[in-house]
């Protein structure tokens, strides 16, 4: 059974940090590149970030670069996603995300609230 399970969420205030992790199963890790999306309330999903299937090659939106950074851990079959300097638009539910081809795999979500 493939799972990805975001973990890490939380309450934060403007400035902080938080780190979500999004642990998988049930599929060849280093297979898939992978991404994290986001979506804040009445609004439509983000992409936020992407790491290629060798962890050597990572984008982010304009948005987020300078402050999140993702990584991979093949050993852990894990993706990690270190944000830092947090704003309050960056309220929203993180999805973590897994893609080869045409296939796409979805975790739960976890909340991120950065409130004053």
């Known amino acids: 059974e493939v799972q990805l399970v975001e973990s890490g969420g939380g309450m934060v205030q403007p400035g902080g940090s938080l780190r979500l992790a999004c642990v998988t199963t049930?599929?060849?890790?280093?297979?898939?590149?992978m991404r994290w999306l986001r979506q804040a309330p009445g609004k439509g999903p983000e992409w936020v970030t992407g790491?290629?299937?060798?962890?050597?090659?990572?984008t982010y939106s304009d948005s987020v670069r300078g402050r999140f950074t993702m990584t991979r851990d093949v050993a852990k079959n894990t993706v990690y996603l270190q944000m830092n300097n947090l704003e309050i638009e960056d309220t929203a539910i993180y999805y973590c995300?897994?893609?080869?081809?045409?296939?796409?795999?979805w975790g739960q979500g976890t909340q991120v609230t950065v409130s004053s």
């Open positions: 995300n897994a893609n080869f081809l045409s296939t796409d795999h």
């Open positions: 790491i290629d299937t060798g962890g050597t090659s990572t």
């Open positions: 049930g599929f060849t890790f280093s297979d898939y590149d």
